[in-house]
């Protein structure tokens, strides 16, 4: 009983030497792929980082233009709102003088009849 013990003990460790072996080798598998994959995506987020600034300098120079115009647009509306503004009270201040001369005709007009008259 004492070799049966032996060979079951022997083998146990064999086992278990072989099974930390390829433990330990698949561990720096993973070690050595996470690293690789960490230096990968720093240079991703670099070239990213690199590619982005330009590309926001003229997001923020293409924004400013638009912003130009919208202001200019808005200045040119303000000026044609203006002047048909003013372009609108000509008309109400000659139909007032208008009424106002025609009123003052009517009257002497009708003063002039009344005069005749009698």
């Known amino acids: 009983m004492d070799s049966t013990v032996q060979?079951?003990?022997v083998v146990l460790i064999y086992t278990t030497?072989?099974?930390l072996t390829l433990?330990?080798?698949f561990l720096i598998k993973l070690i050595y792929t996470s690293t690789k994959?960490?230096?990968t995506l720093s240079q991703t987020s670099e070239m990213i980082n690199k590619e982005l600034e330009p590309t926001l300098q003229e997001l923020k120079e293409t924004l400013g233009s638009i912003n130009s115009i919208a202001k200019n647009a808005d200045n040119q509306i303000n000026r044609v709102k203006g002047v048909?503004?003013?372009f609108m009270c000509v008309p109400f201040r000659v139909g007032q003088k208008m009424r106002g001369l025609f009123e003052g005709l009517k009257e002497g007009l009708s003063a002039g009849i009344r005069l005749f008259r009698k």
């Open 7 to 9: 060979i079951g003990l």
């Open 17 to 19: 030497a072989i099974l």
């Open 37 to 39: 994959l960490a230096k």
């Open 23 to 25: 433990i330990t080798i």
């Open 84 to 86: 048909f503004e003013k």
